[in-house]
């Protein structure tokens, strides 16, 4: 079984396989070679795993985010937190963190936020004499915020994995996500003083109150989907569905930016990345099945319970390991292979499983970004034209503001269970 | 020959996912009536949440055949990439002859779950929908990949085709 479970999925990973390949093929042979099961629970636990209404808010948020992220809302959002700002030192990559930080409450999608945010705030950077290591750096850095900020994808499909709240684990990434935004805010402040760049205008009244007027519309996203989950007038899908339906009547009516045809190519766009996740959710339902009834996570606790591994030696292990699967596997498909095994541990150590979400999110953000492999480089490098080098050499000091965001996190349960007491509980 | 049968299936992928599009967009409004009914009229569609499920299914499990045949699946390809082309041409083909084989496997034994609840005649709890057509996706889906395999072997054999890892750098660099 070993062979099966171990052995296939690993030798198929590093091939290269489609994820969704790996697992299935690896079922596929302990069913057929090692177990004396009916075949028919394969087709039961591939329906099952996507049989979830839960699952249905991955489309939804995908799709709204995709449509706001269409039109003009980057530059609108950017122009309320710029004359937010001021005379601020760095006033304008504390704007790209604070538009990422709000579109990553609208998106959801890491790569999205690069994209977007890049390409109004890289030629603004530059222009204003930043440094373009450290704009490029800051721009890959700031995207990964999107997948610790609610709504996450990420987020809803380890609340699959886990069996976790949605709602719950929404309310646990807001402090997370905004400790990450203020540490790399006090970072571009920091620098661009010691560096002499990046002042920024004064602060003007009515320039701030045109703005916000301007920004409303899109600010108006976040605050259905956070606004009505924690005021209880929506589950987490039903949220999404209505903020699709808001951001089909703004970007069509109000901004008058998307035609009827470019709508229905944003949800032709959906079903295309809603198909790349759903069905590595599915085969990955099945392949936990099989690791449950083959008792390997049981098998797993018995061993660390063996060694005496405690709450703080298993979460360093943990974010080494997350670390290490981050920098080459993409986050989805890192908390569909690893949650299943997981889990049961995290449990027998007696650790929240909304706070471990969490630090899970975090890990696999830093996976987004990190040097050599993170997607969002890739994005960076293909949208903004910055080649590699660039971005390599401003990453670095980004990197270590999120490592020491994840031990503060890791080891403070309560920056991540604080959101859960004060929104949920 | 084969070059036409790749337009005529891209062109059929292109309006696959079209419909799909505006499934995606009927189970969101549905979603958004039944809000709307709950708090402003005091009445809810019943099965809607069934139907926004099969709607999903679809797309996940045809999406997924979609997604195939634009070579666009999640994958760690960062070691294959970086070895040789003959050794990716090798991995290409093994990875073609495990996906025929255990895609036709799920094919199978997902036609003949099918089989049965259609004896059966089972439907859902609220709308009464035949279960047989929510899971029949995976058969459908599962089958679409069986071919889509297929005819990306003949295109490799005639000369024609791309390595999986090939595609995958070009999704990487566009």
């Known amino acids: 079984m070993s062979f099966a479970l171990g052995f296939v999925p690993i030798a198929l990973l590093l091939l290269g396989f489609p994820i969704f390949l790996v697992l299935l093929t690896a079922v596929t042979v302990a069913l057929v070679f090692y177990m004396n099961v009916p075949l028919a629970a394969l087709h039961q636990n591939l329906f099952g795993s996507v049989n979830a209404y839960a699952l249905l808010a991955i489309p939804y948020f995908i799709y709204a985010g995709e449509l706001m992220g269409r039109g003009s809302v980057a530059q609108r959002l950017v122009d309320f937190v710029q004359s937010g700002v001021g005379s601020l030192r760095g006033s304008l990559g504390i704007t790209t ?329 | 020959m084969l070059r036409s049968i790749d337009k005529h299936v891209d062109a059929l992928a292109t309006w696959i996912e079209r419909v799909l599009a505006v499934a995606l967009l009927v189970g969101i409004s549905l979603n958004v009536i039944n809000v709307i009914g709950r708090y402003l009229a005091g009445f809810a569609l019943n099965g809607v949440d069934e139907i926004e499920i099969y709607i999903l299914i679809w797309i996940a499990f045809l999406g997924a055949a979609l997604v195939t045949w634009r070579g666009g699946h999640l994958r760690m390809d960062v070691l294959i990439l970086a070895c040789p082309s003959s050794v990716r041409w090798l991995v290409g083909w093994f990875e073609m002859a495990v996906m025929l084989v255990v895609s036709a496997f799920v094919a199978w034994q997902s036609f003949k779950y099918v089989e049965r609840i259609y004896a059966l005649g089972a439907v859902s709890d609220i709308a009464h929908i035949p279960t047989w057509i929510p899971h029949s996706a995976i058969a459908v889906s599962f089958a679409a990949i069986v071919l889509i395999v297929l005819l990306r072997g003949l295109q490799r054999i005639a000369g024609s085709g791309q390595e999986p890892a090939d595609k995958a750098t070009e999704r990487a660099g566009s």
């Open chain 1, 97 to 425: 963190v604070g538009t990422a930080t709000i579109f990553g409450a609208i998106s959801g999608v890491s790569a999205a936020a690069v994209a977007t945010i890049g390409r109004v705030m890289y030629p603004s950077m530059t222009k204003a004499g930043y440094p373009k290591p450290f704009a490029a750096g800051l721009i890959t850095a700031v995207g990964a915020i999107d997948i610790i900020i609610p709504p996450s994808i990420p987020m809803i499909v380890y609340g699959a994995a886990a069996q976790e709240s949605v709602p719950r684990l929404y309310a646990a990434g807001i402090l997370p996500g905004l400790l990450i935004a203020g540490l790399l805010a006090g970072y571009v402040m920091w620098r661009a003083r010691r560096e002499n760049f990046g002042a920024g205008e004064p602060f003007d009244r009515s320039h701030f109150f045109r703005a916000t007027v301007r920004g409303l519309w899109a600010l108006g996203a976040p605050v259905i989907i956070l606004g009505g989950i924690y005021g209880g007038v929506f589950s987490p899908t039903e949220a999404a569905a209505v903020a699709c339906i808001y951001a089909i009547l703004v970007t069509r009516l109000v901004f008058r930016e998307l035609s009827f045809a470019e709508i229905i190519e944003a949800a032709a766009a959906t079903t295309r990345f809603t198909a790349q996740i759903l069905i590595i959710v599915s085969c990955a339902g099945v392949f936990s099945w099989l690791l449950t009834v083959n008792q390997v996570p049981a098998a797993l606790v018995s061993f660390l319970q063996s060694l005496g591994v405690g709450q703080w030696t298993f979460l360093l292990a943990v974010n080494v390991l997350l670390l290490a699967v981050g920098c080459f596997l993409d986050p989805l498909s890192a908390i569909l292979l690893l949650t299943p095994l997981l889990i049961p541990v995290v449990k027998a150590l007696g650790i929240d499983t909304v706070h471990f979400g969490i630090v899970v999110m975090v890990n696999l953000a830093i996976g987004l970004f990190h040097p050599p492999f993170g997607i969002n480089i890739f994005v960076a490098q293909s949208v903004l034209g910055i080649d590699l080098k660039t971005i390599y050499r401003g990453i670095l000091p980004f990197v270590m503001l999120y490592l020491i965001a994840l031990v503060l996190i890791t080891y403070v349960p309560a920056i991540s269970l604080v959101g859960v007491w004060v929104l949920i509980n």
